[in-house]
């Protein structure tokens, strides 16, 4: 497993480089943690601001629940996470 320790600007940057549809992730922010696959990236543009959102599909969840990340939104609160690209090594990522 590779291991960064990058800041929050570094950490959304490599989110939004290296994040694809059905890689998995596990994301820690303010009092959140999630975990599942990527069903989407969007890059639309919000209110003539750019937005960076991911939808995930959260595992082992009874209800089949997703939840939409507004990394914008919560770049100053995430924690750590963990990508688990396809068919790649996994990297684990500590906001410093």
Same mark, same amino acid.
Request: aromatic share 10%.
């Given at each position: 497993m590779k291991?960064?320790?990058?800041?929050?600007?570094?950490?959304v940057k490599y989110l939004k480089e290296n994040v694809?549809?059905? %890689?998995?992730?596990?994301?820690?922010?303010?009092? !959140?943690?999630?975990?599942?696959e990527v069903l989407n990236v969007d890059f639309s543009e919000y209110f003539g601001?750019?937005?960076?959102k991911l939808l995930v599909s959260l595992d082992?969840?009874?209800l089949g629940a997703?939840?939409?990340? %507004?990394v914008y939104e919560v770049e100053e609160?995430? !924690?750590?996470?963990?990508?688990?690209p396809k068919?790649?090594?996994e990297v684990e990522v500590t906001v410093v």
């Open positions: 291991q960064l320790e990058l800041t929050t600007q570094e950490a694809k549809i059905h %890689d998995k992730i596990e994301i820690s922010y303010n009092r !959140i943690f999630a975990e599942g601001k750019p937005g960076f082992e969840s009874d997703t939840v939409e990340i %507004d609160d995430i !924690i750590e996470f963990v990508h688990y068919n790649k090594s």
